[in-house]
Nanobody
Framework: QVQLVESGGGLVQPGGSLRLSCVASISMFSFNAMGWYRQAPGKERELVASINSGGSTNYADSVKGRFTISRDNAKNTMYLQMNSLKPEDTAVYSC?????????WGQGTQVTVSA
């Protein structure tokens, strides 16, 4: 059973930065395209950034130029560097595959952007 553990969230002022981490219990990043998702209260979960096994990345328009996704296959870890944060980035952030059936969802990490 794959376990995903997200961390790095917190409370930050608008314009601030956070770095999220996603650690997997098994070595699977090397052959799965992975992504960061977020879900704000009352809204659907949305994919904000993805990275494939070759390192190619894609971003939602709402975060393009501000967020950077990366992965370290040797550490089974994926990161999301978030800069120039806005109040509308407030959500629970989770990681998972972007194709096929999802792995069991982790608990996510809360990001709150507020003055």
């Amino acid at each position: 059973q794959v376990q995903l553990v997200e961390s790095g969230g917190g409370l930050v002022q608008p314009g601030g930065s956070l770095r999220l981490s996603c650690v997997a219990s098994i070595s699977m990043f090397s052959f799965n395209a992975m992504g960061w998702y977020r879900q704000a209260p009352g809204k659907e979960r949305e994919l904000v950034a993805s990275i494939n096994s070759g390192g190619s990345t894609n971003y939602a328009d709402s975060v393009k130029g501000r967020f950077t996704i990366s992965r370290d296959n040797a550490k089974n870890t994926m990161y999301l560097q978030m800069n120039s944060l806005k109040p509308e980035d407030t959500a629970v952030y989770s990681c998972n595959k972007i194709r096929g059936s999802f792995f069991p969802w982790g608990q996510g990490t809360q990001v709150t952007v507020s003055a």
